[in-house]
Nanobody
Framework: QVQPVESGGGLVQAGGSLRLSCTAS????????MGWFRQAPGKAREFVAA????????IYADSMKGRFTISSDNAKNTVHLQMNSLKPEDTAVYYC????????????????WGQGTQVTVSS
């Protein structure tokens, strides 16, 4: 079982950057895909990015490409989401999740979810 724990959220001005981290406890990590999703108030959960725990080519939502970067640090059992050029519409709770499947943008493919970390971007 994998229990993701997010950190790194906070308040930032538009145009600024934040780096979110997701640490997962598990006996083995190499078979998992880690994904980031976000949910703004009153809106559906939205896919952000995903990557195999062991590395490889990540996938991104089209609206995040070029601004967000997902990476894995196997030595620290951590996946990062670097967010640059943040906009007020990026304000949301960001969730880290784990999947047994190939990298996917479908939330139902992910079986383990963290509690989320709040990101607020002021204008």
């Amino acid at each position: 079982q994998v229990q993701p724990v997010e950190s790194g959220g906070g308040l930032v001005q538009a145009g600024g950057s934040l780096r979110l981290s997701c640490t997962a406890s598990a006996r083995t990590f190499t078979n998992y895909v880690m994904g980031w999703f976000r949910q703004a108030p009153g809106k559906a959960r939205e896919f952000v990015a995903a990557i195999r725990w062991s590395g490889g080519n990540p996938i991104y939502a089209d609206s995040m490409k070029g601004r967000f970067t997902i990476s894995s640090d196997n030595a620290k059992n951590t996946v990062h989401l670097q967010m640059n050029s943040l906009k007020p519409e990026d304000t949301a709770v960001y969730y880290c999740a784990a999947s047994y499947r190939s990298p996917s943008s479908i939330s139902s493919d992910y079986v383990y979810w963290g509690q989320g970390t709040q990101v607020t971007v002021s204008s």
